[in-house]
């Protein structure tokens, strides 16, 4: 996209900046809340799952109303309270950690009303882009935003090893919090003309609308098929989110600082599929390239798969690497497109229920899957539950191929 375009939207650069640092933040806790639970908590795999677990499960309890209520919302000044709600909870954890109060299951409450606040923050930032921009900036803008994202995947994760090595888990768990500060702060700055909210909604007319999401995201949006792919996506990186930490830090006896340089590999090639996603997909189309993107994963978990063979530590270190850095790529360059297809084909009025409905079920699948990948890698090995992930990434690409969605193209 020219310089121009973006010239026209400086309440999309305040947006961009905010995302940018909270994520930065993000990737640091998600890090640290696992070196926590194995290090400091003396977890095993099936903790880690349970923690990937309590995280997500607000979207299966909440998910589907949540969308109604934002919907009948100003979106952008909900944002910015759960920015500083989420930078509150965030506080929570190195506070218990220095009262000597941090147990895993204390840790998994607070990390439960974290991800509540994650769901309501998530459906107002998902539906409030489309109201900063023009159609045809959604995508190169997601794009964007991806960038954003993979730039804070790849410093998160190392910067998450390094502060955890030096200061602890717990304390490095305080830059989220202060990132979520920042992007609220930021966010404020920004001139929006939104709808009045609704008034007098009752319990019922709430239900009524959450169901029309439903049916619309599943029937008449022709985003169906996209969805259940995707659901089928979430399978494999429920997977990967709960054995990589162990596979890594016992298995392979990599060091937190080391865990933390895997991770950045995958930041780097996230920034790589950030950066040619929009050259890609015009050549490709938008269906083409997400079921590349599959395929692309896959082949990063076999890499993966690979560094636990009896090789010597550093090429386990670098397959390892490899892989992280193939599955970051393939993250990198598939999310603008089918974040920006599903905006594109959905009106505002249903944006909140559309993208929390999808979103909602995609983390449900998480909820569901990583405690049972947890207990299953425990009892049969962290290998074969990785193989059995690179399998489910390929039957979602070759899923998708066997469709129609090959053809599609975004709207414009």
Request: charged share 10%; aromatic share 8%; glycine share 10%.
């Amino acid at each position: 996209m020219r310089r121009a375009e973006w010239s026209i939207s400086p309440s999309f650069l305040r947006y961009w900046r905010a995302a940018a640092v909270s994520g930065l933040g993000t990737y640091v806790t998600l890090f640290a809340l696992q070196a926590l639970v194995v290090l400091d908590l003396d977890g095993t795999a099936s903790d880690v799952g349970w923690l990937s677990s309590a995280r997500w499960l607000p979207f299966l309890v909440f998910g589907l109303i949540v969308g109604a209520v934002v919907d009948g919302r100003k979106r952008l000044p909900l944002l910015v309270r759960t920015h500083l709600l989420q930078a509150v909870l965030l506080l929570a954890v190195p506070a218990l950690w220095w009262l000597d109060l941090l147990s895993l299951p204390v840790l998994l409450v607070v990390v439960f009303a974290y991800g509540t606040v994650s769901v309501v923050s998530g459906a107002a930032e998902m539906s409030l882009l489309p109201r900063l921009l023009e159609r045809r900036q959604l995508q190169p803008a997601l794009a964007r935003v991806d960038g954003a994202d993979a730039v804070a995947s790849t410093a998160g994760p190392a910067l998450g090893g390094a502060l955890v090595s030096a200061v602890g888990a717990p304390v490095a768990v305080l830059l989220d919090s202060l990132s979520y500060l920042y992007s609220a702060l930021t966010l404020r700055g920004i001139q929006l003309d939104e709808p009045p909210a609704r008034t007098g909604v009752t319990v019922r007319v709430l239900l009524r609308d959450a169901v029309d999401g439903f049916r619309y995201a599943y029937g008449a949006s022709g985003l169906a098929v996209l969805a259940i792919a995707t659901h089928g996506w979430f399978v494999g990186n429920a997977i990967i989110g709960v054995v990589l930490a162990p596979y890594a830090l016992r298995n392979l006896d990599l060091s937190a600082f080391q865990f933390g340089l895997v991770g950045a590999l995958g930041g780097v090639g996230a920034v790589l599929g950030a950066a040619v996603t929009t050259w890609v997909g015009r050549r490709l189309g938008t269906g083409r390239t997400i079921i590349l993107c599959h395929v692309v994963t896959a082949l990063g978990v076999v890499a993966m798969v690979g560094a636990g063979s009896r090789t010597s530590g550093a090429w386990a270190m670098t397959l390892l690497m490899l892989g992280q850095g193939l599955y970051g790529l393939a993250m990198g360059m598939s999310n603008s497109h089918e974040m920006s297809y599903r905006q594109l084909v959905t009106p505002d009025e249903l944006q909140a229920r559309t993208n929390t409905t999808l979103r909602s079920l995609n983390r449900t699948v998480t909820v569901v899957v990583a405690p049972v990948a947890g207990i299953l890698a425990d009892a049969w090995g962290i290998r074969p539950i990785l193989i059995v992930a690179a399998t489910v990434f390929a039957l979602v690409a070759a899923g998708l191929a066997a469709t129609s969605f090959r053809n599609v193209r975004a709207p414009v």
